[in-house]
């Protein structure tokens, strides 16, 4: 099936976007601790890094499965399907979505986006209003919310992340949105090579490696947020530590907001090759 105009029009949004990643150089403080963590696994046998690493990979695997089983995930599955029914009635699986215009999926798409860039926003308010568990549980509400945001924009754009190929595809996605944006470029082109060699759409074949220490560097950076927003604890409006709950809402967001246009760039990646070929 050829391209129409706007398909064309989103693959050159997308080669712009693309040029944008890789560009941020980071300031004096990201730089010093992007080179102490480099420093740092550099002094570590190999055998325990490769144990570190594999640890991550598997919790995220298990985070990921059990996400799927739970009730709310399956009835936004079925409200995704729902409303592309309504654009089109030949629709009863996730893998029909594929048949709509890009226009549609990115609509379907948009409705996830902005529930979970504002789940993302609530969530940082609450951590900036609290002590070390409010960090704590903030780290893994972001963790939760950001692996939903991608399984659902997967779900919009026709991709089943029941699949241990989409499974592992998502997460592989997840690693690259969440990585410091001089890094995202160089992932985007790995996400697109490991497309390019694709042996099974149901198991995926390739190598199934998600964090490493570059990925190590995304979750630390949460610990200026916190530095940040103990710093303003004190500067209290009417009882409510308002600075620091701004600093938490935004930073999240502004996580959540970077997940989820790298997840929309990718899935539209796909649909336009799928349907060029």
Known sequence: MSWTA???????????????LGKVAGNDLTNVYSKWIERSFSLMP??????????IDTS????????QGFQLQQDERESILRTAKAFDDSIFQIEDIRKLKI??????????RGRHRL??????????????????????????????????TAAAYGRDVHTPYEMTIALKL????????????????????????VQSDYFFTGSDELTNERWLEGPGLQLFK??????????????????SMAIG?????????????????????????EKNS
């Open 6 to 20: 706007r398909d064309q029009e989103v693959l050159n949004e997308i080669e712009q976007w693309r040029q944008t």
């Open 46 to 55: 190999d055998d325990l890094k490769k144990e570190i690493f594999s640890h």
């Open 60 to 67: 995220l695997f298990h985070i990921h499965s059990t996400m």
């Open 103 to 112: 226009d549609q999926l990115n609509y379907l798409s948009l409705q996830q």
């Open 119 to 152: 789940y993302s926003l609530l969530q940082g308010g609450i951590a900036g209003s609290g002590g070390t568990a409010a960090f704590i549980s903030d780290l893994i509400a972001l963790l939760i919310i950001n692996i939903r945001a991608i399984q659902y």
């Open 174 to 197: 997840f690693h690259a949105s969440t990585l410091p944006r001089k890094f995202q470029g160089e992932a985007w082109d790995e996400l697109l090579d490991t497309l390019n060699n």
């Open 226 to 243: 916190t530095l940040a927003i103990r710093m303003f604890k004190n500067k209290r409006a009417g009882g409510y530590p308002v600075i």
């Open 249 to 273: 809402a935004a930073a999240n967001y502004q996580l959540t907001r970077n997940v989820t246009e790298y997840a929309e760039r990718f899935y539209q990646y796909r649909y336009l090759v």
